[in-house]
C-alpha cells in the first residue's frame, strides 16, 4: 500500500497547479500592498493638481 502511494501520481498535477496558484497569489497580494501607497500618491497628486 506504501509502495502503490509512491508510484501514483494521479493527483500530483492538481496539487501542483494549487501550490502555484497559492505562490502567484502571494506574490501578487505582496506586491500590490507595496505599491499601493505609491498609486495613492500619484492619484493624490492628480487630485490636487486639477482642484
Known sequence: MLK??????SGQ???EYAL???FI???AI???RAIGP???A???NVQTALT
Open 4 to 9: 502503490r502511494l509512491f508510484v501514483e501520481e
Open 13 to 15: 498535477d492538481m496539487v
Open 20 to 22: 502555484l496558484a497559492a
Open 25 to 27: 497569489s502571494i506574490v
Open 30 to 32: 505582496v506586491t500590490i
Open 38 to 40: 505609491l498609486v495613492d
Open 42 to 44: 500619484v492619484y493624490q
